[in-house]
């Protein structure tokens, strides 16, 4: 018999659980198989109940996804829902083309998907059993509305503002997750902070040495998520394989 898959907005106290295993299986894809997913959105961001009753999370939906080695256009193509894409990937580069799709991008959308629902709904009771259920949640009235309605250039535009600003504060039964956000909120902000510094560094001749895009000169990495997202309202998280693999 085949797994049965439910969205995320489905589980409650588990949630973080289930984050956290995506977060291992995108990295893993990332490593061996080399595969870059390039669509992180809440509908792929699923769950399932294994044989012993523990909750897993599920990576799910590879239709825009790419080998992490293909010199093809596939890793420059504008992927993904655009209320979770990272923000870069809403501009054109100097040749008028996407730029490429890189590991922090993902971890980007990642971060918009924990916000948006921390930000955009409330839980109105938790359950009382420890077993998974349906949240029972309320959408709220939010800034981050908007997004949902904007076009590329303008939403870029907002989410520039929005990472070089502060974190907001998250909605009732979403307060454990506001360490999360207020520490990958930083790391994108320090990290975006510093390419903009070497970029006019660079404009006036004065730039040492390469910047490394590919983690925002290490402010924006795996192993950085993992710390952060390493306990959840004080208690530290399940790691099924906290290994990290370097792949060759």
């Known amino acids: 018999m085949s797994a049965r898959y439910q969205p995320r907005q489905r589980i409650s106290s588990p949630l973080f659980n289930v984050i956290s295993d995506h977060r291992l299986v995108h990295k893993w894809l990332y490593d061996h198989p080399r595969i870059l997913h390039q669509d992180i959105s809440p509908g792929n961001i699923m769950w399932r109940r294994t044989i012993d009753g523990h909750v897993c999370g599920v990576l799910n939906d590879f239709d825009l996804s790419s080998l992490r080695d293909d010199p093809g256009t596939s890793s420059f193509q504008r992927t993904g829902t655009l209320p979770y894409m990272a ?47 349906p949240l029972n949640c309320d959408k709220v009235s939010s800034t981050f509305d908007e997004w949902y309605k904007l076009g590329r250039a303008t939403l870029k535009d907002k989410k520039i503002g929005f990472i070089m600003g502060g974190s907001p504060a998250v909605n009732n039964g979403f307060t454990a997750f506001q360490p999360w956000l207020d520490d990958l909120h930083q790391q994108f ?46 208690s530290p998280l399940l790691v099924r394989n906290d290994q990290l693999e370097v792949a060759v």
């Open 189 to 234: 902000l320090d990290g975006h902070s510093a390419q903009s510094s070497h970029s006019l560094r660079q404009t006036r001749g004065k730039a040492t040495g390469a910047f490394d895009e590919e983690t925002l000169q290490d402010q924006v990495s795996y192993s950085i998520v993992l710390d952060i997202c390493s306990e959840f309202a004080g």
């Open 87 to 133: 923000y870069e990937l809403l501009i054109n580069n100097k040749n008028g083309q996407p730029p490429k799709h890189l590991y922090r991008h993902d971890i980007e959308s990642v971060f918009y998907v924990i916000l948006l629902l921390c930000c955009r709904y409330k839980v109105l009771a938790r359950p009382t059993s420890s077993e998974p259920m």
